[in-house]
């Protein structure tokens, strides 16, 4: 498949044309059992081509298991159990004592850019839809900054 690779990229160039493609997925474990292997490989750090090495896979629905409207819930049980007194200011200056709700957690989410942090949330994709979940991370640290602000 890397001489594949290769001879695609050499034709490119030299037809001068996008009008082809090709989406090739490769998993390759790395065993120091040389009867499993297909092939021998070793890591050379000057490498043109960079690999990573995973040590476990992880999945994210594991990790990401707050979907928007779960993780207001889980956010709002955490304050009142903690007894954390809630409460924000609008845009219009107005001081509210309410829940926690998706209004603040859209606010949060904002100011923090949590979305683009790993830590906090996983973006699923799925054509043009982007829909995310958010980790007990993202939880705790917006509890934590709610109990700052008291």
């Known amino acids: 498949m890397i001489f594949?690779?290769?001879?695609?990229?050499?034709t490119k160039k030299i037809e001068d044309s996008n009008k082809f493609a090709i989406t090739v997925r490769h998993e390759l474990v790395i065993t120091k059992d040389q009867n499993k292997a297909n092939f021998s490989v070793?890591?050379?750090?000057?490498?043109?081509?960079?690999?990573?090495?995973?040590k476990e896979l992880k999945d994210p629905a594991d990790i990401?298991?707050?979907?928007f409207k779960?993780?207001?819930?889980?956010?709002?049980?955490?304050?009142?159990?903690q007894k954390i007194p809630f409460s924000y200011?609008?845009?219009?200056?107005?001081?509210?004592?309410?829940?926690f709700n998706g209004y603040v957690?859209?606010?949060?989410?904002?100011?923090?850019?949590?979305k683009?942090?790993?830590?906090?949330s996983y973006a699923h994709k799925i054509?043009?839809?982007?829909?995310?979940t958010y980790s007990q991370q993202a939880s705790e640290f917006i509890v934590n900054r709610s109990r700052k602000n008291c």
């Open 116 to 120: 683009r942090d790993k830590r906090y």
């Open 105 to 114: 957690l859209s606010q949060f989410i904002s100011y923090y850019n949590i």
């Open 42 to 54: 070793k890591i050379n750090k000057d490498a043109e081509n960079d690999i990573a090495i995973v």
């Open 89 to 99: 200011t609008t845009k219009n200056g107005e001081s509210l004592n309410k829940s």
């Open 127 to 132: 054509g043009n839809l982007i829909e995310y």
């Open 4 to 10: 594949t690779k290769n001879d695609i990229d050499v």
């Open 64 to 67: 990401f298991k707050f979907s």
């Open 70 to 81: 779960n993780l207001v819930r889980d956010i709002d049980n955490r304050l009142k159990k």
